[in-house]
């Protein structure tokens, strides 16, 4: 998968993880993208390290999906641990 393919998963990913924990989260679309491109390492990374479950570098694949979509989760509950609700206003 190329480096488009990565910003567009990451891109989706990262929505989908909004979705499923939502609340309020810095970054916008570029913060979005950023959080689901590294949560699809972090998730195939997971995955592999401690599933014995190499994620196959397919766009189309479920299990591409999932590792990302679970990897991003993983990020905005550790931002949401270690800032917990910084963007409340004053």
């Known amino acids: 998968m190329g480096i488009v393919g990565w910003i ?5 990913a990262g929505a989908i993880a909004k979705i499923l924990l939502p609340g309020r989260d810095p970054g916008g679309l570029i913060g979005t993208t950023l959080t689901g491109i590294a949560g ?8 592999a ?9 397919q766009f189309f694949d479920l ?13 905005l509950i550790a931002y949401r641990i270690l800032f917990g609700n910084s963007r409340e206003r004053r």
């Open 8 to 12: 567009i998963l990451g891109l989706l």
């Open 40 to 47: 699809a390492f972090l998730g195939g990374w997971l995955s």
């Open 49 to 57: 390290k401690f599933l014995h479950r190499p994620i196959p570098h």
């Open 63 to 75: 299990k591409t999906w999932v590792a990302a979509i679970a990897g991003s989760l993983v990020l």
